[in-house]
């Protein structure tokens, strides 16, 4: 009954619970972050493993992923006797549309703006588009009209069919039309000193804008509000177009009139007369190009007039300024004022260095040297060419060819007028153009054929060739030889009839021909013997040459200098021909003889007794295709005879030969 007893303890070490939660499971990849909460027991580490190669050892971490897909997220949780417990849940990654479109254009002015969006975007199901003017749309590409100006932030929202959705702005801009309008302080005036003056009253919301005027007479300006004068009688149109700094464009038109207008003038019976009886006859001489006008006449005493001519008399003596006001149907007015009694009239009258000149550096000047007994006087210019001038004694150029009538008007200080009119003459210059048959010719034989091509807008011109030798010319189209080699300087000159000129320098060439000299040590030779040998001496100014001997046998040379053998007698035309190195010739022939070489023959008695020798020679001598015509023989005892058949005596014993 006796115990004894012994303890010991185990241990038996608990495992962690592992768990966690996630706040969502699915999320879409832009900017997705899984948030996960460690719900685990009895652990004092952890270890996610997110699926995607990246790992944390928080308690609860969140975590990005950067690629669509399923992942494995798993917990691993150890406490401190490194007893283990893992789990492992999927979250799932979404993909999100790729977003983008365009605008056909950002900026447009407001009215008509019409913007057209063109939906690029890939992977979306739906869309939702934000105009940014409280309107949207659902269309793929959508078009939109904004109803206000100024700047829209276009927003395009795109959804996939997983509930992913991404957006993507742009802006765009309507711009402010500028209003055009302006003011006209006068519509309608008279062609005298006409001066319109546009008021520019334009409005534009905001920016700045531009101005273009067209005036209707093919001018134009860019300031705001111009002033503009007509050169001639006519209703014009005139257009204001204004531009806004982003090009928005806006126009008005409104019309102008130019009226014409009456050239004041009247004649006076006589502007001095005596006070008993005096009658001053105003005989209206005024004119207007088009419509009616109506006159009144101030005598300067009170007296007035409304008749188109009419007189009147004075009741006191003095000067007295009478005034003609023309007043066209348009109210446009123009006033002339004699004086009666004896008030002064200037006497207009000019002269001009030149009345006729040619186009080219013309310069017109006009010395005025017009006269008035008493007072002063002003002068206008028309030089004919709508170009005028107020100046004393002016200068003037003009710009094309033709007659021009120079009307000088004196006015004086009451108004009296005198017109001189001259006639200047601005004359055209020739065009000066020729053409060369061939530039480059040997002296011998040389024949430069010159075309002319020359023209002129109007009248005749001559011609004045200078061929570079000294030698002229006034043909139309010359020719022309030259006795020289050298470069030579052709020029014509053309001159029209009012000796406005015009010239053209063109360069020929004249090679030098060799000059042939040759001698032959015989023209005539027998053909047994002969040997014709020849030298040449030709010569050249300069450059080299080369020689061709054809000696009419079929034989020929290159030589300078040669020698040649005839096989046949004859008559030989022999050429040499020599030809420089830039391919200019001479050529000369001579003739030369062959003669044909007798054949001495003879039969005679051959031994005679020396009592009454008589010795008979017979000629038996031939030539071929000619005659023999002299003898000479030898009877070998120093005696001659020159007979075709002599005989002979010896007057001594021996043998002859």
Do not use: E
Not at 159 to 166: H, P
Not at 406 to 413: A, F, H, K, R
Not at 586 to 592: E, F, G, I, Q
């Amino acid at each position: 009954g006796c115990k004894d007893s012994a303890t010991k303890t185990l241990d038996v070490l608990a495992k962690p619970i592992t768990g966690f939660t996630m706040v969502d499971t699915a999320l879409c990849l832009k900017n997705n972050n899984f948030t996960f909460t460690n719900t685990s027991i009895g652990n004092t580490s952890n270890l996610w493993r997110f699926g995607d190669g990246a790992t944390s050892i928080l308690v609860s971490p969140s975590h990005g992923y950067i690629a669509t897909g399923t992942y494995q997220v798993r917990l691993i949780t150890s406490n401190a006797a490194n007893c283990k417990d893992s789990i492992t849940k999927n979250v799932y990654v979404r993909a999100q549309p790729t977003m983008a479109f365009s605008i056909n254009d950002t900026s447009q002015c407001f009215r008509g703006n019409s913007f057209v969006f063109t939906n690029s975007t890939s992977g979306a199901s739906t869309y939702l588009w934000k105009f940014g003017d409280a309107s949207t749309s659902t269309t793929t590409s959508p078009i939109h009209t904004y109803t206000g100006i100024g700047g829209y932030s276009v927003k395009l929202i795109a959804s996939t069919s997983t509930g992913c959705k991404d957006s993507i702005s742009k802006n765009v801009y309507t711009r402010m039309n500028p209003n055009s309008t302006f003011y006209l302080t006068d519509s309608s005036l008279c062609f005298k000193g006409n001066s319109f003056k546009f008021t520019n009253n334009t409005y534009i919301g905001s920016g700045s804008y531009s101005n273009l005027w067209k005036f209707g007479d093919n001018t134009t300006s860019t300031i705001a509000s111009p002033t503009h004068s007509y050169g001639s009688v006519a209703n014009f149109t005139v257009k204001l177009v204004t531009t806004s700094n982003y090009g928005c464009k806006d126009s008005i038109t409104k019309n102008v009139y130019v009226r014409p207008q009456t050239i004041a003038g009247y004649k006076i019976n006589s502007n001095s007369q005596c006070f008993r009886g005096n009658f001053f006859t105003f005989t209206d001489t005024s004119k207007i190009a088009s419509g009616s006008y109506t006159n009144l006449w101030m005598f300067g005493d009170y007296g007035a007039s409304s008749l188109t001519s009419t007189t009147h008399n004075y009741s006191s003596i003095g000067s007295y300024s009478v005034q003609l006001v023309s007043t066209s149907n348009y109210g446009c007015k123009d006033t002339v004022t004699k004086s009666v009694y004896v008030r002064p009239h200037p006497v207009s009258q000019f002269s001009t260095n030149t009345a006729s000149q040619c186009l080219r550096g013309n310069l017109f000047s006009f010395v005025n040297s017009s006269t008035i007994s008493s007072g002063t006087y002003t002068n206008n210019w028309n030089f004919g060419d709508a170009a005028t001038s107020l100046l004393l004694s002016p200068t003037h150029n003009y710009g094309i060819t033709g007659t021009f009538s120079v009307q000088l008007i004196t006015t004086s200080d009451y108004g009296c007028k005198d017109t001189i009119n001259k006639t200047t003459f601005v004359r055209p210059h020739p065009l000066t153009a020729f053409s060369i048959n061939d530039t480059t010719q040997c002296l011998v034989g040389n024949n430069y054929q010159f075309t002319n091509n020359s023209s002129i807008s109007s009248g005749n011109y001559k011609n004045q060739w200078s061929f570079g030798d000294n030698a002229t010319s006034k043909l139309i189209s010359p020719n022309h030889n030259y006795i020289t080699p050298n470069t030579f300087a052709v020029k014509l000159i053309t001159t029209s009839y009012y000796n406005c000129t015009d010239s053209l320098i063109k360069s020929v060439d004249v090679y030098p021909n060799p000059v042939i000299k040759y001698t032959v040590n015989s023209d005539n030779q027998c053909l047994g013997v002969n040997q014709f040998i020849f030298a040449n001496n030709t010569t050249i100014s300069s450059g080299s040459m080369s020689s061709m001997w054809k000696f009419n046998d079929g034989d020929s040379s290159n030589l300078k200098n040669t020698s040649h053998i005839y096989k046949i007698a004859g008559i030989y035309n022999v050429s040499l021909k020599v030809l420089s190195n830039l391919g200019c010739p001479d050529a000369s022939n001579t003739v030369l003889t062959v003669y044909p070489q007798p054949k001495a023959a003879f039969s005679q008695d051959t031994v005679f007794c020396f009592k009454d020798n008589l010795f008979r020679f017979n000629d038996k001598s031939s030539i071929s295709g000619s005659s023999i015509n002299s003898y000479l023989w030898d009877f070998g005892d120093g005696s001659l005879d020159n007979i075709p058949n002599p005989t002979h005596h010896y007057s001594y014993i021996d043998t002859f030969k």
